[in-house]
Every structure is written in structure tokens, then in C-alpha cells.
């Protein structure tokens, strides 16, 4: 895109560079006597055709930048570079309009070349460059999606390591256990070696051995004493199972006794009713009547007694568990 624009700069600098050769070869018959009356209108004609012309080339060049604001992210990315020196040209070539405007032969120079250039070449060469810029657009278009392609491309490829990673890992761990069970036959393998190298009367081999055999039996001894340890232990917890076993059954004994004097309670409240009932219904004297309240009177504190007794056995019972 840069070169794009700079080709179109070079042709826009070589058209300016025709118009001051054209404005020096035509300068002396327009500044004659005889054209007196029409310097006006002309002049008039032509600063309307030079408006036309910047316009037009200014509109191209806003189209062009608009297209290219409007593409990816490395359109936008040049765009500001672009922009900073074409108003770097634009006002370096202003300045120079300026000065040469301020002298009358340039102002002369001016009428002449505008008269010989017309505004369909300017029109012309601006939509040549115009659509070379957009083709440029069009390929920078294609590279892009060329840039997409290749960014699935790799982020399949990042799957398929992924992928390979995670075998590779199981894999890894699958090895870490056929390694140790190839050191546990290897550990199996060598005491029979230094077995059978003792056999065979190797002093070394019986050396191993036998210190192989030492190990053995003070891991042999150890386990015997938490062996022992253990049965401890089981021993006690039976005896705690036992005892509260026991203080299970004596409570639930406890239980049913309280349960047969409550229930009989009830029976002597309910007796105590209907006595009462009866008494109010049937108008028992007073002798009668006091007879058997004193005899319920004497059974209730008998099952009083009774449930003190027992109350008295639950907190003996408390008290030892």
C-alpha cells in the first residue's frame, strides 16, 4: 500500500512539473495588451477548474484512505504514516503555492497552463491510480485470509500436541509402573542370587545374606510387638463392649420395671376415678369412702416406695458407668 501511494505521489509531482513547463512556454502571449478585457473571466474560469481538480483529487485520495481505514488491521496501522506525510505534502506544497502566488508571472503562468490542461487527464489519471489502490486493497484482502489459514493451521497443531501430550503423560505413568514392578522382581531376583551364591559357598554372598536375613528378622520383631500392641487394644475395646453391654441390659431392665409401675399408676388413677365417680354417684359414707382412700392412699405410698427404690438404683447405676 505504501508503494501504491508512493507511485501515485510521483505522478501527481510529474503532472505538477508539466503544468510549470507548460505555464513557462505559454507565459508571454496571455500577459499581452490584447487580452485586456478577458483576464477577469478567465482568471475566474480557471481558479473554479484548479478548485475542481483539488477537489476531486482531494475527494480520491479521502476514498482511498476511507477504503483503507475500513480494510484489517495493518491497513489501519499504515494509515496514520500515510496520513502524516501526505498533509506533510500537502502543506510544503501549499506553502510553495503561496509563494509563488504572491509574484504576478507565476499569477500570468497560471491562466496559461490551466487553459492547456484539461480536467479530464487530472479525472483520468486520478481513477487509474485509484483503482490500483484498491487492487492493492483486493491482495492485501487475500493475504489476509492467507494470514487466517495459516492461524487455524497452527491452532490445529497446537490440538493435535495437545492431544500428544496427554498420551505421552499416561504413557509416562503407565512406564513408572512397570518400572516398579521390574524393581520389586529385580529385589526377588537378587536374594535368590545371593541364595544361591551362599549355596555355592561365596563368603560375600553369605555376608548379604545373612544381613538380608537381620533385616528381616527385625521387621519380623517389630511386627510381632504392634501384633501384640493390636491384640491389646482389641482386648480392651471387647471389655468396654461388654460393660456396656451389661449397663445396656440393667438400664433396660430398669426401663421395664419403671414402664409396669407407671403403667400400674395409671390403673390406680384410673381406679381412683371411677371410685371417686362412684362415690359422687352412689353418696357411700363418709367411713366407706375414707377406708378406701386410706388403702389406695397406703398402696400409692408403697409404689412410691417402689419408684424411690428404683430411682435409687438408676443413680447407683449412673454413678459406676
Same mark, same amino acid.
Given at each position: 500500500?505504501?508503494? @501504491?501511494?508512493?507511485?501515485? @505521489?510521483?505522478?501527481?509531482?510529474?503532472?505538477?512539473?508539466?503544468?510549470?513547463?507548460?505555464?513557462?512556454?505559454?507565459?508571454?502571449?496571455?500577459?499581452?495588451?490584447?487580452?485586456?478585457?478577458?483576464?477577469?473571466?478567465?482568471?475566474?474560469? +480557471?481558479?473554479?477548474?484548479?478548485?475542481?481538480?483539488?477537489?476531486?483529487?482531494?475527494?480520491?485520495?479521502?476514498?482511498?484512505?476511507?477504503?483503507?481505514?475500513?480494510?484489517?488491521?495493518?491497513?489501519?496501522?499504515? @494509515?496514520?504514516?500515510?496520513?502524516?506525510?501526505?498533509?506533510?505534502?500537502? +502543506?510544503?506544497?501549499?506553502?510553495?503555492?503561496?509563494?509563488?502566488?504572491?509574484?504576478?508571472?507565476?499569477?500570468?503562468?497560471?491562466?496559461?497552463? !490551466?487553459?492547456? +490542461?484539461?480536467?479530464?487527464?487530472?479525472?483520468?489519471?486520478?481513477?487509474?491510480?485509484?483503482?490500483?489502490?484498491?487492487?492493492?486493497?483486493?491482495?492485501?484482502?487475500?493475504?489476509?485470509?492467507?494470514?487466517?489459514?495459516?492461524?487455524? !493451521?497452527?491452532?490445529?497443531?497446537?490440538?493435535?500436541? !495437545?492431544?500428544?501430550?496427554?498420551?505421552?503423560?499416561?504413557?509416562?505413568?503407565?512406564?513408572?509402573?512397570?518400572?516398579?514392578?521390574?524393581?520389586?522382581?529385580?529385589?526377588?531376583?537378587?536374594?535368590?542370587?545371593?541364595?544361591?551364591?551362599?549355596?555355592?559357598?561365596?563368603?560375600?554372598?553369605?555376608?548379604?545374606?545373612?544381613?538380608?536375613?537381620?533385616?528381616?528378622?527385625?521387621?519380623?520383631?517389630?511386627?510381632?510387638?504392634?501384633?501384640?500392641?493390636?491384640? @491389646?487394644?482389641?482386648?480392651?475395646?471387647?471389655?468396654?463392649?461388654?460393660?456396656?453391654?451389661?449397663?445396656?441390659?440393667?438400664?433396660?431392665?430398669?426401663?421395664?420395671?419403671?414402664?409396669?409401675?407407671?403403667?400400674?399408676?395409671?390403673?390406680?388413677?384410673?381406679?381412683?376415678?371411677?371410685?371417686?365417680?362412684?362415690?359422687?354417684?352412689?353418696?357411700?359414707?363418709?367411713?366407706?369412702?375414707?377406708?378406701?382412700?386410706?388403702?389406695?392412699?397406703?398402696?400409692?405410698? +408403697?409404689?412410691?416406695?417402689?419408684?424411690?427404690?428404683?430411682?435409687?438404683?438408676?443413680?447407683?447405676?449412673?454413678?459406676?458407668?
Amino acid at each position: 500500500f505504501i508503494e @501504491k501511494f508512493q507511485e501515485v @505521489k510521483e505522478s501527481t509531482r510529474s503532472a505538477a512539473q508539466h503544468k510549470t513547463q507548460a505555464n513557462g512556454s505559454v507565459g508571454t502571449p496571455v500577459t499581452s495588451s490584447s487580452c485586456s478585457p478577458c483576464p477577469s473571466s478567465r482568471s475566474h474560469r +480557471l481558479d473554479e477548474s484548479e478548485e475542481s481538480v483539488s477537489t476531486n483529487t482531494h475527494i480520491g485520495l479521502e476514498n482511498v484512505l476511507n477504503a483503507a481505514s475500513l480494510h484489517q488491521n495493518d491497513i489501519n496501522a499504515l @494509515k496514520s504514516p500515510l496520513t502524516a506525510h501526505q498533509r506533510s505534502q500537502s +502543506l510544503s506544497g501549499l506553502q510553495a503555492n503561496k509563494v509563488l502566488t504572491e509574484s504576478p508571472k507565476h499569477h500570468k503562468d497560471k491562466l496559461g497552463s !490551466t487553459i492547456l +490542461l484539461p480536467q479530464s487527464t487530472t479525472e483520468a489519471q486520478l481513477r487509474y491510480e485509484n483503482d490500483r489502490l484498491k487492487l492493492a486493497l483486493a491482495q492485501s484482502s487475500a493475504n489476509a485470509k492467507k494470514w487466517e489459514i495459516e492461524l487455524q !493451521t497452527l491452532k490445529n497443531n497446537n490440538s493435535r500436541l !495437545t492431544n500428544a501430550l496427554q498420551e505421552s503423560t499416561a504413557n509416562v505413568e503407565e512406564w513408572k509402573k512397570q518400572l516398579q514392578a521390574l524393581k520389586d522382581e529385580n529385589s526377588k531376583m537378587r536374594l535368590k542370587v545371593i541364595e544361591l551364591e551362599a549355596s555355592h559357598g561365596n563368603p560375600e554372598a553369605i555376608a548379604e545374606l545373612r544381613k538380608e536375613i537381620g533385616n528381616l528378622r527385625t521387621k519380623a520383631e517389630s511386627l510381632d510387638v504392634e501384633v501384640k500392641q493390636k491384640d @491389646k487394644e482389641i482386648e480392651l475395646m471387647k471389655e468396654r463392649l461388654e460393660e456396656r453391654i451389661h449397663i445396656y441390659s440393667t438400664n433396660q431392665n430398669v426401663e421395664d420395671k419403671l414402664k409396669m409401675l407407671l403403667n400400674e399408676n395409671e390403673n390406680l388413677r384410673t381406679q381412683l376415678n371411677r371410685l371417686q365417680d362412684q362415690s359422687d354417684t352412689s353418696k357411700v359414707s363418709d367411713k366407706a369412702k375414707k377406708s378406701m382412700l386410706d388403702q389406695l392412699n397406703v398402696r400409692l405410698a +408403697l409404689n412410691i416406695q417402689e419408684l424411690r427404690s428404683i430411682q435409687q438404683e438408676l443413680t447407683a447405676l449412673l454413678n459406676t458407668s
